[in-house]
């Protein structure tokens, strides 16, 4: 079919490539301490899960017993954010190195009849960093950030094996008609018309855990972008039956069951929504704890960094009941929303012989310090273009660069921005209708809950985040804070 999607490349990507090109190569410390040894990555991202839906973060209504023992036997980076508050926006920061200011992809716009916008053909993503590399590149779950055949496909990107969603729209349903392997659209029988025996996150993994088997002789990266927890919720009826009776008596939620939205997006009915939501929580558990367990088998465990976290904070879609889990952790906010609630995510490292065990580090991180991480860890240039910080310091009881700001953008809602400074945190709503409408104004270490406002009494730090906003917030006019709105046709 005609592609009728209308590119529009701004200059701030050409400066990139620019930028790219002029990268001179530096060795740190801690680059030079590995690079004799490279390991093999796996970087598991849940989907939407909250800071507090884990069993060592807090969680009291059901058990994580494989992530708690990551975390106990690696580090827990406490003051960890994701890239943005919605799905595609904190996949493009992650994948880029770059916050939402800067990356390409700023919002969840859609290509019709499945996909999303595509990152631009110039992106130098993580992925293409490991296959430059040597690597062998596997990414598995959904993907978000280029409809099939485009310049952003995974493949396009520096994914030699991918298997799962393409589009997220698709991944709101856990019995889909289709997956992707590479550019083969996988048609899943067990799923036609309303059928539902094939459960998509349990095809995802084996063909993950089939990666790791066929590549455990040589040097890999593995993406696991699991589609867990997001809505719709529906879980195995193995997993349900294990929490039903934890969760009597429920309120049922009526969701999309036939129709055009039927598997395309719409969420299912489910009239045990909270068992669901246990049920499919236990079911990512085991499938990290899996994970580690074939490494294990497979010998190769010392060579291998695992990390896990969220791609940002609890949704309420679906029946979801985040309130009910306490998934947020008391922090304000949730999916959407750029108070601590949205953004803040759970994150675990754990490498043995490199990372101490029982660790806790209180480091402020975010998405786009990943991809300098791996840079640091492989020992090459790290992109000018990024505006992360490595952590490999961190993560080896070395002496770390801190941030001397975060910052967020998030283009629904009538446009948001965020900055964190030090302790203090910045909030702007309503920036597409005012561009300088009134800055809220927290001190996290005395309110983490970001309850009191307290920019009347601190002028000056509230200057400093509105230039940080101002500076930071660099695109072309065609995408302004209202863009991801579009549908465009393919």
């Known amino acids: 079919m005609k592609n009728r999607l209308i590119r529009i490349l701004p200059i701030s990507i050409l400066l990139i490539s620019v930028a790219i090109a002029g990268c001179k190569k530096k060795m740190s410390e801690s680059a030079i301490t590995v690079k004799d040894?490279?390991?093999?990555?796996?970087?598991?991202?849940?989907?939407?899960?909250?800071?507090?839906?884990?069993?060592?973060?807090g969680q009291e209504k059901f058990n994580t017993p494989n992530i708690d023992r990551l975390a106990k036997d690696g580090m827990f980076f406490s003051q960890h954010y994701s890239g943005s508050t919605v799905c595609a926006p904190s996949r493009s920061s992650l994948m880029t190195g770059q916050h939402t200011g800067h990356t390409f992809i700023r919002g969840n716009r859609e290509v019709r009849p499945e996909g999303q916008y595509p990152l631009a053909a110039g992106t130098i993503t993580m992925a293409e960093i490991f296959k430059n590399e040597g690597y062998v590149t596997g990414a598995f779950g959904k993907w978000g950030l280029g409809y099939p055949g485009s310049e952003g496909d995974p493949n396009h990107q520096g994914f030699d094996e991918f298997y799962g969603y393409n589009c997220q729209r698709i991944g709101h349903n856990y019995y889909p008609y289709h997956l992707w392997h590479n550019q083969t659209k996988e048609l899943l029988d067990g799923n036609k018309l309303k059928q539902i025996n094939t459960y998509a996150p349990e095809s995802?993994?084996?063909?993950?855990?089939?990666?790791?088997?066929?590549?455990?002789?040589?040097?890999?990266?593995?993406?696991?972008?699991?589609?867990?927890?997001?809505?719709?919720?529906?879980?195995?009826?193995?997993?349900?039956?294990?929490?039903?009776?934890?969760?009597?008596?429920?309120?049922?939620?009526k969701?999309?069951?036939?129709?055009?939205?039927?598997?395309?997006?719409?969420?299912?009915?489910?009239?045990?929504?909270?068992?669901?939501?246990?049920?499919?929580?236990?079911?990512?558990?085991?499938?990290?704890?899996?994970?580690?367990?074939?490494?294990?088998?497979?010998?190769?465990?010392?060579?291998t960094i695992i990390i896990f976290t969220s791609d940002n904070g609890p949704h309420k879609e679906g029946g979801a009941d985040p309130d009910f889990f306490?998934?947020?952790?008391?922090?304000?906010?949730?999916k959407r929303d750029l108070y601590e609630g949205g953004i803040r995510v759970p994150m675990i490292a754990h490498w043995p012989g490199k990372i101490k065990s029982g660790t806790t580090s209180d480091h402020v991180s975010a998405f786009w310090d990943v991809l300098p991480t791996i840079c640091d860890i492989l020992n090459v240039p790290v992109p000018k273009y990024t505006d992360g910080v490595s952590f490999l310091p961190e993560m080896l009881g070395q002496e770390q660069k801190e941030h001397e700001y975060l910052y967020w953008e998030f283009h629904e809602g009538g446009g948001k921005q965020a900055v964190r400074l030090g302790n203090?945190?910045?909030?702007?709503?309503?920036?597409?209708?005012?561009?300088?409408?009134?800055?809220?104004?927290y001190n996290l270490d005395l309110d983490m809950a970001e309850e009191t406002d307290i920019a009347d009494t601190s002028p000056e730090i509230v200057k400093q985040i509105d230039q940080i906003m101002k500076q930071e917030h660099v695109f072309s006019k065609e995408f302004s804070f209202q863009f991801e709105k579009m549908v465009i046709e393919q």
């Open 37 to 57: 040894n490279r390991p093999n990555i796996i970087y598991i991202l849940a989907d939407d899960l909250g800071y507090g839906d884990i069993g060592f973060t």
């Open 326 to 334: 306490n998934s947020n952790s008391n922090l304000r906010g949730y």
């Open 204 to 253: 995802i993994h084996e063909k993950a855990i089939a990666f790791l088997e066929k590549n455990k002789d040589t040097t890999f990266f593995m993406y696991y972008p699991s589609i867990i927890p997001h809505a719709e919720l529906m879980a195995p009826e193995r997993y349900m039956k294990k929490h039903r009776a934890n969760f009597q008596p429920e309120k049922g939620y």
């Open 255 to 303: 969701g999309v069951d036939d129709g055009e939205r039927y598997k395309n997006g719409g969420y299912g009915s489910q009239k045990d929504p909270h068992t669901a939501f246990a049920a499919m929580v236990d079911l990512l558990d085991e499938q990290v704890g899996d994970i580690r367990k074939k490494v294990e088998e497979l010998g190769i465990a010392d060579n």
């Open 424 to 441: 203090w945190k910045g909030v702007r709503l309503d920036v597409a209708n005012n561009p300088d409408a009134p800055i809220e104004l």
